[in-house]
C-alpha cells in the first residue's frame, strides 16, 4: 500500500476528499509573462512541499505506534493529496512543470518520517506540528510574492494555509512535543535547500 501511494504521488493520480479546488471560485486574471513565470514558480515550490508531506506522512505511519496517530497521520495525508493535486493543476495552467526532483523530496521525506516514528509517537507529532508550522511561514511568503492579481493560485495557498494549521494543532493536541532548537534549525535549513532548487528545477 506505501508503494500504491508513493506512485500516485510521484507518477499517477492520488487519492483526494471530495473538497472543490478552491481556484474554481476564482475568475481567472491576465498575467504578464513574468508574473505568470513567478507564479508558476511559486506553484512548484508548493506542489514539491506536498510531495514530500506526503513522504513524510507516510513514512511516520509504517513506524507510528499508536492507532489513533496512525489514523491521523493517514487522514492528513489524505488532506495533503488535495494540495498536492491542486497546486499540479495550477502549474500547469501558468504553463510550467512540476519539480523534476519529486522522487528525491519524497524519497528523502519518507526516510526522515519513518525515523521520527521509531523515536517515539510524542516526537513523531511534534515534527508534524514543526513541519507545518514552516510549511504554514512559507505559504505566507509566498501570499506575499504572488503577483495580487492572481486569485486563483492565492485562494489555493489560502486554503492551504488554513489546513496545514489546522494539522499542527491536531498534531500538538494529540501529544506532540516541541522538537529541540538544534533540530528545528536543520529542518528550516533542509526546507530552504528544498525550496530553492525548486524554483529552478
Known amino acids: 500500500m506505501g508503494v500504491d501511494v508513493g506512485m500516485r504521488t510521484l507518477f499517477g493520480q492520488p487519492k483526494i476528499t471530495e473538497r472543490t479546488n478552491p481556484a474554481q471560485n476564482e475568475a481567472g486574471a491576465e498575467l504578464s509573462e513574468t508574473e505568470r513565470q513567478l507564479a508558476g514558480r511559486l506553484m512548484r515550490i508548493n506542489h514539491a512541499g506536498e510531495v514530500a508531506a506526503q513522504g513524510l506522512y507516510q513514512g511516520q505511519a509504517l513506524t507510528a505506534r499508536l492507532p489513533q496517530v496512525r489514523q491521523q497521520m493517514e487522514h492528513a495525508a489524505l488532506e495533503e493529496n488535495d494540495h498536492l493535486d491542486w497546486c499540479e493543476k495550477r502549474a500547469k495552467e501558468l504553463g510550467t512543470h512540476v519539480s523534476v526532483l519529486n522522487p528525491v523530496w519524497y524519497a528523502g521525506s519518507t526516510a526522515i518520517g519513518a525515523l521520527a516514528g521509531l523515536a517515539g509517537d510524542k516526537w513523531s507529532l511534534g515534527f ?7 510549511v504554514v511561514k512559507h505559504l505566507e511568503e509566498h501570499l506575499e510574492q504572488l503577483p495580487e492579481h492572481d486569485n486563483k493560485s492565492r485562494a489555493i495557498l489560502e486554503q492551504m494555509k488554513e489546513d496545514e494549521g489546522r ?3 491536531v498534531a500538538l493536541e494529540a501529544g506532540g512535543t516541541e522538537l529541540p532548537y538544534p533540530v528545528r534549525k536543520l529542518m528550516r535549513l533542509t526546507s ?9 528545477l
Do not use: L, N, P, S
Not at 508534524?128 to 514552516?134: N, W
Not at 530552504?192 to 529552478?200: E, V
Open 167 to 169: 494539522h499542527a494543532t
Open 128 to 134: 508534524v506540528a514543526e513541519t507545518e508550522k514552516q
Open 192 to 200: 530552504k535547500i528544498m525550496t530553492r532548487t525548486a524554483f529552478w
